[in-house]
């Protein structure tokens, strides 16, 4: 005969299986992809991207958190680079995902060193207006994949587009 397990011994089971699938999952951990800034109008109306990716995003769907970086960490320059806050997202549609709103925050004095032109915010054009980050449902599936920062007010339509993609499977 086999012994009866009590209920703690099949709880600490559960929670260690739980967790291993949190932390230890493929799709669960947080996963960082590379980002080109465009694709964007030139002077002479062509469409271009940015040749090198300057930009990171993090994703963790397990948490819906999303964590982009305008200016990617380089330790190699020791700077962490500039990093909006840590935000939720959800899913807006069948084929898109949406952060809640949020404001820029202001640069601090390291991250102002780090970029050509110091100013307040890095995208002063909307220091004032809530910003909403946008991506597809099948970024995972997709590479690349685009992601766009926007404006939620109608008259002031400002949109950021970023073509990103996972550096493991670029072609």
């Given at each position: 005969m086999m012994p009866q397990m009590n209920?703690?011994?099949?709880?600490?089971?559960?929670?260690i299986c739980l967790l291993f699938f949190a932390f230890c999952g493929s799709k669960s951990l947080a996963k960082d992809y590379e980002c080109h800034y465009g694709p964007f109008k030139d002077?002479?109306?062509m469409f271009k991207t940015d040749l090198f990716p300057f930009s990171k995003v993090e994703i963790n769907h397990f948490?819906?958190?999303i964590t982009f970086y305008p200016?990617?960490?380089?330790?190699?320059?020791?700077?962490?680079?500039?990093?909006l806050e840590r935000l939720s997202f959800f899913k807006k549609s069948k084929s898109s995902y949406k952060t809640k709103k949020f404001k820029q925050k202001k640069l601090t004095s390291e991250e102002k060193e780090i970029i050509k032109k110091p100013r307040e915010y890095y995208w002063e054009e909307v220091k004032d207006d809530y910003l909403e980050i946008w991506f597809s449902t099948d970024y995972r599936n997709r590479n690349p994949f685009?992601?766009?920062?926007?404006?939620?007010?109608?008259?002031?339509?400002?949109?950021?587009?970023y073509t990103c993609y996972d550096p493991k499977k670029r072609q």
């Amino acid at each position: 005969m086999m012994p009866q397990m009590n209920t703690k011994t099949i709880q600490r089971i559960g929670l260690i299986c739980l967790l291993f699938f949190a932390f230890c999952g493929s799709k669960s951990l947080a996963k960082d992809y590379e980002c080109h800034y465009g694709p964007f109008k030139d002077e002479n109306g062509m469409f271009k991207t940015d040749l090198f990716p300057f930009s990171k995003v993090e994703i963790n769907h397990f948490f819906k958190k999303i964590t982009f970086y305008p200016l990617k960490p380089y330790p190699s320059l020791k700077h962490d680079g500039i990093q909006l806050e840590r935000l939720s997202f959800f899913k807006k549609s069948k084929s898109s995902y949406k952060t809640k709103k949020f404001k820029q925050k202001k640069l601090t004095s390291e991250e102002k060193e780090i970029i050509k032109k110091p100013r307040e915010y890095y995208w002063e054009e909307v220091k004032d207006d809530y910003l909403e980050i946008w991506f597809s449902t099948d970024y995972r599936n997709r590479n690349p994949f685009q992601l766009e920062i926007i404006t939620n007010i109608i008259q002031n339509k400002w949109v950021q587009r970023y073509t990103c993609y996972d550096p493991k499977k670029r072609q």
